[in-house]
């Protein structure tokens, strides 16, 4: 089984046909029936070329007197596993990085390009310097290529958080996040499965956010774990748990969550209700209402209700309730970690998207009765879909009022107390944003 290979055609789906790496990946590994160090280092592969894309491009760029645009897809695919495998994976030995990536061109029916990759990788062995990064006095350009992400997001975040926040975040890009998994209380208790799991092997550890999360590592397969298909647990990052600990549903209350797939967040609503109440689920896609039905099955969920319904739609109408979950749409800038590949969308910073968002705000703020609480929230970090949204629905909406947030979290930004602004180099969280309001009047 040539790993290699297998790396560079998921690439090639995720450069091409806009595949997601994580999905690519899974089904590569399924599909290959690939044992843990081979699946290991193909994983290694992929995000690597995916998280240091722009690095790996730029020392390309030092070497090659062709420039960026004109090399051939392919070939740079080629170049990017060979560049990767030569600065930044120890294990690999040079001579294997370079002819391995040469017979990977053959491989693939680019034999005119082996000679300019054998040439460009040997070139960087007996570099004694192997590559510069820009100027430092240029900020933006020397955050971007020193972390390979794209300057208009490195613009944004050091205008919005600072230099030093913006760090801390572009460090917590590479790498693999941690795993969060929320426990079933509907079955199980925290103590209960941290045993069960380890005695599988994985170790698990209660999360000092919540008594009922816990973290995971070693765990293979999550999926194929009994305690997993028992529905004992469900994987939810920490920051969608504290989400729904902010609109802190009860039992017997109605809530609706009106983005709501793949419906983590009203799996986890259904616990703090003890089962008792009404959780309706809207998406606009019906299979993934099914999904959500599958899931709620297996974890013994009887309280949600899905329906197929756009969130924007103003004619669309729906019963009060006294919790309402708006967690629109977003740019996805807070889960970069989880989803790579997604930094370096043309319109990763649309600026009509902010509209949508608010849009949805507003149309189902409608719903919340008085005295009963809204929550709004994204996973992404930037102010245009955060702050300014939340702060402009106050100024909007006089029969609403904040909401104080206490999340066990302390805010690293100056924000009101109903805003929390969460970052990924905290090591426990998403970048995630949420903003809590309380009905107050009738319009």
Not at 262 to 276: L, V
């Amino acid at each position: 089984m040539n790993i290699r290979n297998l790396a560079f055609k998921i690439l090639l789906s995720v450069e091409r046909d806009s595949a997601y790496s994580a999905l690519a990946l899974n089904h590569c590994i399924k599909e290959n029936k690939l044992n843990s160090v081979d699946s290991s280092f193909l994983s290694a592969l992929v995000y690597g070329c995916i998280e240091r894309q722009i690095t790996l491009d730029y020392i390309i760029q030092q070497y090659s007197k062709i420039p960026l645009k004109k090399i051939d897809l392919k070939t740079k695919l080629i170049l990017r596993l060979g560049i990767l495998q030569l600065l930044f994976m120890d294990k690999v030995p040079d001579s294997a990085a370079v002819n391995e990536s040469v017979k990977l061109a053959h491989k693939n029916k680019l034999s005119r390009s082996t000679g300019f990759i054998n040439g460009i990788l040997r070139s960087i062995t007996r570099a004694e310097v192997k590559y510069t990064l820009p100027n430092e006095k240029n900020r933006v350009e020397y955050l971007s290529v020193k972390y390979s992400c794209p300057e208009e997001i490195v613009r944004l975040w050091s205008e919005s958080y600072g230099e030093e926040i913006t760090r801390e975040i572009l460090s917590s890009l590479s790498g693999r996040p941690q795993l969060t998994a929320r426990v079933n209380t509907l079955k199980t208790n925290t103590s209960q499965l941290i045993n069960e799991l380890e005695a599988l092997g994985v170790k698990a550890r209660q999360s000092r956010l919540d008594k009922n999360a816990v973290t995971l590592s070693n765990t293979g397969s999550v999926e194929s774990l009994k305690p997993f298909k028992e529905g004992k647990l469900y994987i939810q990052d920490m920051a969608s748990q504290l989400c729904v600990k902010a609109l802190s549903p009860k039992p017997g209350e109605v809530m609706l969550d009106v983005c709501s797939a793949p419906g983590g967040k009203s799996f986890t609503a259904a616990q703090y209700m003890n089962d008792r109440g009404r959780i309706y689920a809207f998406d606009v896609y019906e299979h993934k209402l099914g999904l959500i039905r599958d899931t709620a099955k297996r974890l013994g969920i009887n309280s949600i209700r899905t329906a197929l319904r756009d969130a924007s739609d103003e004619k669309s109408e729906l019963d009060f309730a006294e919790k309402v979950l708006c967690d629109v749409p977003c740019s996805g800038l807070g889960i970069l970690s989880r989803k790579p590949e997604i930094r370096y969308k043309k319109d990763i910073l649309d600026n009509t998207l902010p509209e949508l968002q608010y849009k949805i705000l507003c149309n189902n703020a409608r719903f919340v009765m008085t005295g009963g609480t809204l929550v709004y929230s994204t996973c992404t970090l930037n102010p245009n879909e955060n702050n300014k949204n939340a702060e402009r629905f106050l100024r909007e909406h006089k029969s609403f009022e904040p909401l104080a947030l206490d999340l066990g979290v302390k805010s690293k930004i100056n924000e009101p107390d109903n805003m929390l602004t969460l970052f990924p180099s905290s090591g426990e969280t998403d970048g995630f944003f949420i903003a809590a309001f309380r009905r107050v009047s009738a319009d």
